[in-house]
């Protein structure tokens, strides 16, 4: 049955989830949700959806998922099809609707779920922020530019440019813990 559950799910996708991305999107999260005043009940939800909002992933082939180099339209469309797939895995699992939605709507501008509208600002940011072997990091400001134009919410940006703005983060995610994030 676990070989069953592995195969359906492209189990080995959720290894190419880096954990310090998705790590430091939660802590981006958190410390957006803390500057906007959020209660720690609220924090803790956010943190989960954090923690699995590219949970959809594991439902896509690997072949694409993995694949070196550009990928087609189909291609595209079908790995842009991993936030509904997570939304779907999340409310299944039984997890609550903000956590659902989160995994949904963390691509989308137009969200009105200001817990997804976070989510999205820091996975965005954690990207830019994160040096890959296709990529340098970018700056603060970079990355802020990138959020601007992909439509984030002024609210969010103004906490995230009043938590980091002003100084070096070089470990967003010291002290982090995924057992405090997950349970």
Do not use: C, W
């Amino acid at each position: 049955m676990k070989d069953k559950v592995k195969e359906v799910l492209h189990y080995d996708n959720l290894k190419t989830i880096k954990y310090t991305h998705l790590a430091t999107t939660i802590a981006y999260a958190k410390a957006i949700g803390e500057e906007l005043g959020y209660t720690q009940e609220q924090l803790h939800v956010m943190e989960v959806g954090a923690a699995l909002h590219d949970i959809g992933k594991s439902l896509i082939p690997s072949e694409i998922l993995n694949k070196k180099g550009r990928l087609d339209d189909e291609e595209r469309r079908i790995v842009n099809l991993h936030s509904v797939l997570g939304y779907e895995i999340l409310k299944s699992a039984g997890f609550g609707v903000n956590v659902a939605e989160i995994a949904r709507d963390h691509h989308n501008p137009s969200s009105r779920n200001p817990m997804a509208q976070i989510v999205r600002a820091a996975d965005i940011y954690s990207a830019m922020r994160e040096e890959r072997s296709y990529k340098k990091a970018k700056s603060h400001e970079e990355a802020m530019e990138v959020l601007r134009s992909a439509r984030v919410p002024q609210k969010i940006l103004n906490a995230l440019d009043k938590k980091y703005g002003k100084k070096t983060v070089t470990n967003p995610i010291q002290g982090f813990s995924t057992q405090a994030a997950i349970a």
